[in-house]
Each structure stands twice: as C-alpha cells, then as structure tokens.
C-alpha cells in the first residue's frame, strides 16, 4: 500500500469569514480535498485542512484580531498560494472558470518557465496554478528585465 | 530553479520592504534565501526561502501592517523542539501573538508576527502524545498525513 506523504513542514492557514461556503467552493473550484476536520457537538467547525496533491492548506475563520479576511480588507491580499501541478493545468483552469472563479490573471506561458494562471475565490483569495512546462535558466530572467542571486551578498549576476 | 522540495502548496508573502524582510526573517526565524529575483531598478520582486524543509516566498506589496490585519497564518512545523527558535525570534523583535502552548493534538507551537505583520506559528510537531479533544469536539481524519 502506497506511504501517505508526511506533513509538510510549510503549511499556509487561508482565513476566511465563512469556512463552509469556502470548503464547498474551493473543492468544486479548484479540486481541493477535505483532507482533515475537527468539528463540535453543535458542528461547528473547529478546525479544517483541504490537500492537493502532497500540498496542505488550512481553512480558517477570522479567530484573531490579527486574522482577516479580504472582504475585511477591503479586497486586500497579504499573500498569494501557489499550487503546484504536476500536469493538466489547462482543465484545472477550465474548472475554475466553469465554477465562477474570477480570473486575475489568464492562463499563459511566464518567462519563467510555468504555465499558470491566478484566480480569485468568493472572499477575495489569491490562488496560482501553475505547471511547470520548462525549467528557466538564468538567461531567461535576464530577458525578462530580472537578476538573479541566491544571497543578499551576492551581486546580482 | 522550479525544482522543488515535492512542495505542492507554497505561499509567497508580500512585503513592501521585501530586501529588509530577507534580512529579518534570517535574522529572527532562520531562514535562508536560495534564490532572488531583482528587477532592474534594484526593487526584488521574488525571494525564495528555506529552513528544515519549509520552503516560501515572499514578493513586493501591501503588507499586513499597511492593512491592519493578514489574510493568512503561516504555520512552519519542527521534528525538534521550538524553544531555541523562539528565543531567537524574541530577541529579534518579533512581536509574539502567542507563547509556546501545549495544543491538545500534541504539538507544542508559538505564534509570532514578523517585521510587517505577517503571521507565523510555529511548532514542534508530536512533542507529546496528543491528548483527548476538547468535550464534545470530533476529530475526523480522512486522509492520513
């Protein structure tokens, strides 16, 4: 029987102001699974992860001060998610179109060497996914109008 | 430079200082850039970084403190205790949301905001057997991690 992949060491926790609607949507949307779920005596939902692939997101509600949602600030987004997918990222966008996502940004080829696209969920979220279709080399960001190093010390090259 | 770590889900973070964030968050969390990307007026635009697995990135714009709140919480999950990393990041002036708390799933995690309000919580994963939920709490693994 196929391991189950461990937990990432890196898991984002997306914040919204109503959990459920967004479970429901970003399963039909994008094709997350409801991978986890703590839920109370009254089913109210305590806790909730969703996974794609070896990739975990946690689906949370506004429980802090210091937690909001976009709606909550003003369409404002602190972070982008990028999925990553192995393949198929042309249905995976016909998907999330078909589900009313509303596409920031449609899929193309980047210089960088992915074809993704970004889409907005019903609260105001970011998501990127992205296959990755050609493996970038240092020449390419330079086209770009880009540099890269892989320090602070280093001089861009 | 697309390899990654088998990462299927990554956050890239937005910062309006991105160059004094690499900085900071080696400084107080530990992690290392592998990999930035600088447009031509010198502004980085990507960053990628690493510690113990846990892969990110973070990009130029609107932060939670221009905000006044972050869209997400970042948890980063140890095999090794976090006390360590935790005095680490109090000396570096994180703000700390949140102590080093035994969580009842048996996870010992802080939570801290980083110089622009970004939201990390930290933990060592299994520190102790987990204990019983909360009274009345049902937990319900579908599939195993």
């Known amino acids: 029987m196929a391991e189950p992949a461990p937990r990432p060491a890196f898991i984002p926790s997306v914040i919204y102001r109503d959990r459920r609607a967004a479970l429901e949507w970003l399963g039909k949307a994008f094709g997350f699974e409801l991978s986890f779920i703590i839920t109370d005596s009254n089913g109210e939902i305590g806790h909730a992860e969703m996974s794609h692939g070896d990739g975990v997101v946690m689906i949370a509600t506004e429980f802090a001060d210091w937690t909001k949602s976009p709606l909550s600030l003003g369409g404002a987004n602190t972070q982008r998610i990028f999925v990553h997918l192995e393949s198929g990222v042309d249905e995976h966008y016909a998907r999330a179109r078909a589900a009313g996502a509303k596409i920031v940004m449609p899929l193309d080829q980047t210089f960088y060497g992915d074809r993704s696209y970004m889409a907005e969920d019903p609260e105001g979220h970011h998501w990127t996914f992205s296959q990755t279709v050609k493996h970038a080399t240092e020449a390419d960001y330079n086209k770009a109008g880009f540099k890269t190093s892989s320090s602070l010390e280093d001089k861009p090259r | ?145």
Not at chain 2, 27 to 53: C, K, N, Q, W, Y
Not at chain 2, 64 to 72: C, F, K, Q, T, Y
């Open chain 2, 1 to 145: 430079m697309n390899e990654q770590n088998n990462v299927d889900i990554q956050a890239e973070l937005s910062y309006r200082d991105p160059k004094a964030a690499l900085e900071w968050l080696e400084r107080a969390f530990g992690f290392e850039p592998t990999l930035i990307v600088t447009g031509s007026d010198g502004v980085i635009v990507h960053a990628r970084l690493e510690m113990g697995g846990a892969v990110f990135a973070i990009g130029h714009g609107q932060s939670p403190a221009s905000l006044g709140g972050a869209s997400s919480q970042i948890h980063v999950r140890f095999k090794t205790p976090v006390d360590a990393h935790y005095e680490r990041a109090v000396k570096a002036g994180a703000k700390i949301l949140e102590g080093p708390t035994q969580q009842f799933y048996g996870d010992i995690t802080y939570a801290a905001a980083d110089l622009e309000g970004h939201v990390w919580r930290f933990g060592q994963i299994d520190a102790k057997p987990a204990a019983a939920p909360p009274e009345g709490w049902n937990v319900n693994v579908i599939r195993a991690r």
